[in-house]
């Protein structure tokens, strides 16, 4: 039998989950957690072969939940299963240590799949998530901004103009021009609100 911790916040998930798990006798919920830290305190005492893991919850997080097992030299596979399919969700989970990420949408039979692959060490990831994953590695690396890019558009988000930041960092406001732009073209964007709205989007500032 496969042995199971259950970390979601909502009870009537875990409900809805631990009476799908117990009908079938390959499975066996050996607890349930609402958050990360107690899915932490409970993983040395369950010692569960596959913990199905929510990702936005309150207290500790999954991703946090599922970087810290790995830390901890955790056995255990983490199957992620959440409604959330964005970049900044799956991406993360998956460099965190995810063995598999699943939708809350899936079937019962896509479930069992993916916990039997994660079971056996075996990737599962719901068709909307690995085409983000392929979209992801397909698309041209991003080069990433300098300190002082980083500096300047932090100032512009503040709502400094070109001369104020200028000043507070004791450049030139010619300079400040020059590093905008290259942030720009580093962003894809053209002007400094959309620099702004995309450095937030990628959790730059």
Known sequence: MIGLLIVD?????????????IGDDRFEVLGEAGDGNE?????????PDVVLMDL?????????????????????????????????????????????????????QELFRAVEAAHRGESMLSPAVAGRLMGNLRSPAKEPLSQRELEVLTLIAR????????SRLFIS???????????????????????????FERGLL
């Open 9 to 21: 916040d909502h009870p009537v998930v875990r409900d809805g989950l631990r009476g799908m798990f």
């Open 159 to 166: 709502g400094n103009s070109n001369k104020e930041a200028a």
């Open 56 to 108: 936005r919850m309150p207290g500790m997080d999954g991703v946090t939940a599922i970087k810290e097992l790995r830390r901890r030299g955790s056995r255990a596979r983490v199957l992620v299963l959440t409604t959330y399919d964005t970049d900044a969700d799956v991406l993360p989970a998956i460099k965190a240590g995810a063995t598999g990420y699943l939708l809350k949408d899936a079937s019962r």
């Open 173 to 199: 406001e010619a300079t400040v021009k020059t590093h905008l732009l290259h942030a720009y073209a580093k962003l894809g964007v053209r002007d400094r609100a959309a620099a702004v709205a995309v450095a």
């Open 39 to 47: 899915a932490l305190a409970l993983v040395p005492a369950v010692d």
